[in-house]
């Protein structure tokens, strides 16, 4: 191979690449962040979480902010976010507002935030929540070489579950630096609906599906918005 035909090969891997970032940039972007504070710290993280929850949709680009509350567990809490773009999402984290109520929670802290940035696999139309509305999130590990296989998994999980009653969400979000890492959404109308959609025969089938797949426990945690 001639110099000059490496470096055209080279340019065109290039050229690639950039395009391909650039698409990745105007792609809807959401993040997950799980925070957990002292127990006795619970309430006081409620209303500065609530805080950062109303300024946070009135910003530019955003197109969801909800803070939730463990069931049985109130001192964690997990933030779901959905942005335009990544742009949208790189503003609001930069944004001296976000900062502030940041400095706020963090003396409340038992941990770090673990916060994850995704983008939407399997993104359907939200209907309405109300009070009552459960919320699962489900961290997936997939072994890598499993990968597509799980996905394909999950997907068809989303396709059957969205027949279920009580259904109001169910999204598969990936994760941006590691594919094989998933967090499935879903929101349900009650803690009925949710508990028989676990006991549902596809639930049944995709969960003994994923045991050889998976790179870790599944882990599910259950959760309501805080208002």
Known sequence: MTIS???????????AGIASARAQDT??????????????SARA???????LQEASRKEPGNTGFEVLQRKGQPQQFAILEAWKDAKAQAAHAAA??????????????AAPI???VHTGFVVGKAKVTGRGSVYVLTHVDLIG???????????????????????????????GNRPNHLTLVEVWRGTADQEKHEVAAHTRKFREALLPMSGSLYDQRIYQAIN
């Open 5 to 15: 035909r490496l470096f055209a090969l080279i340019t065109v891997a290039l050229i």
């Open 27 to 40: 792609n809807p972007t959401f993040v997950v962040s799980y925070i957990e504070v002292a127990p006795s």
């Open 45 to 51: 993280a409620a209303g500065i979480l609530r805080t």
């Open 96 to 109: 001296a507002n976000t900062a502030q109520l940041r400095d706020k929670l963090k003396p409340l802290l």
């Open 114 to 116: 673990d916060e994850r």
């Open 145 to 175: 070489a499993k990968k597509d296989e799980g996905l394909a998994a999950i997907k068809q999980l989303s396709v059957d579950s969205a027949q279920d009653a009580g259904i109001l969400r169910y999204d598969l979000l990936q994760q």
